[in-house]
């Protein structure tokens, strides 16, 4: 008998239980689908983790005073334990140092026109661009002459140049920052969303001066040259730890730190806690759709048990058509037919339902969706081998029956 009439006299048998056939599937229907789903969210995780880090800049390390001062007027956060002069010496000393960039930063309010805005203001040197990958979509970055002399310049990203000119472009215009005017020299190019939801062209950069001379004030006014933080970019990623330690060794020299003291700053690596979380994430995906694929084998014991069930209720049928022709091979054949037709009908609606349910929930969440279609072709392949696993026990069972004892089977 021809595989093709095997599947035929599979699809028949089965249509005459439509019910009984579904909720056999049900298994393989979840479990492929949960498969899809679980892989599908670990890649989206996994994409997010890797655009955060791309928004960060790559190399970078930051360095953080531990012991912090609040100005109660201002609101402003400093320290003495980092300073400008800090980040010129890793500069000059540290080799594997591209940039060292001082970095402070606050709210305030902008006024253009009619429109008005409250945004982040951030502090710092013209290497802050390049130190975070970032480029300026039009205009021009401020220059080392426009930060010795405070001059009130600034860069916008796209939110702010939106909110504040939803018409034309704001480069070139004067726009009012607290109340100081400030003319707008280049727009920074969009970054998008960061993975806490936060709009990263939702900002402002000024030149270190300007920020804390006219807008911060308070702590800043009095300790000119102290930074909120330092932002170091290395020349190589699989330096950074080296570079850690020169950065230490160079900061507790500078600060007169003796031996056993505790440090008055901490250096971080926020790319290595993105790196773990990403390692995180791809273990439990993979924890998951584990968990997922055990719905596969149930799937796979409930086909054995309807095929079981299928062999006792058809046994005067297998008698028949052994006594009018058909080899116990053929008998073999169909009983794997039906179980693997079962299992391949059940992975087909599981990879149906596990691609939909992604592009469905990922517009209304805002996401984007990722689908590994090789994923998609192993979860039916392999629901397909257990249901060729699962009807073998039946199929042998059925094919050998005894003709004259399964005809008078009643």
């Not at 890793?90 to 253009?112: C, S």
């Not at 009095?222 to 933080?229: F, I, S």
């Not at 058809?314 to 091979?329: P, S």
Request: hydrophobic share 45%.
């Amino acid at each position: 008998m021809q595989l093709s009439d095997q599947f035929d006299l599979a699809r028949r048998s089965l249509r005459r239980h439509v019910l009984r056939t579904v909720l056999t599937m049900l298994g393989m229907i979840v479990g492929v689908a949960s498969v899809i789903v679980m892989t599908s969210i670990g890649l989206s995780a996994r994409h997010l983790v890797a655009v955060e880090i791309a928004r960060l800049g790559t190399n970078l390390l930051t360095v953080q005073p531990t012991t912090r001062t609040t100005d109660a007027l201002s609101g402003s956060i400093g320290s003495r334990a980092l300073s400008e002069a800090d980040g010129a010496a890793l500069t000059n000393e540290v080799a594997k140092v591209q940039y060292a960039v001082p970095v402070v930063g606050g709210d305030a309010r902008l006024v253009f026109g009619n429109s008005n805005w409250q945004t982040s203001v951030i502090g710092s040197s013209p290497d802050y661009l390049a130190a975070r990958d970032w480029q300026t979509g039009a205009g021009r970055n401020f220059t080392l002459r426009e930060v010795a002399s405070a001059e009130k310049v600034m860069l916008v990203g796209k939110t702010v140049e939106a909110k504040l000119s939803p018409q034309q472009a704001l480069l070139g215009s004067i726009v009012r920052v607290n109340d100081a005017p400030f003319r707008v020299i280049g727009v920074i190019s969009p970054r998008g969303f960061s993975a806490s939801g936060r709009d990263l062209d939702d900002v402002v950069i000024a030149p270190i001066s300007t920020v804390k001379s006219r807008l911060i004030g308070g702590y800043f006014r009095e300790h000119r040259d102290a930074v909120a933080y330092l932002l170091v970019k290395g020349s190589r990623s699989d330096e950074l730890g080296d570079l850690q330690a020169e950065i230490e060794r160079v900061l507790r020299a500078r600060h007169r730190i003796r031996s056993g003291a505790d440090d008055d700053f901490a250096v971080r690596d926020p790319v290595a806690a993105l790196t773990a979380s990403k390692s995180t994430s791809e273990a439990l995906t993979v924890m998951l759709a584990c968990i997922a694929g055990v719905s596969l084998l149930v799937g796979g014991i409930s086909i054995m048990n309807i095929m079981l069930v299928s062999v006792s209720e058809r046994t005067r049928e297998i008698g028949v058509r052994v006594a009018v022709g058909a080899t116990r091979t053929d008998i073999r054949k169909q009983f794997l037919a039906e179980s693997a037709a079962i299992a391949g009908l059940g992975g087909a609606i599981g990879v149906a339902i596990g691609i939909a349910a992604p592009l469905v929930i990922g517009p209304i969440t805002g996401s984007e969706v990722f689908i590994d279609p090789w994923v998609c072709v192993g979860a039916l392949s392999f629901s397909i081998v257990v249901g060729l696993l699962s009807g073998l026990y039946p199929a042998f069972r059925a094919a050998s029956l005894d003709p004259m004892d399964a005809i008078r089977e009643q």
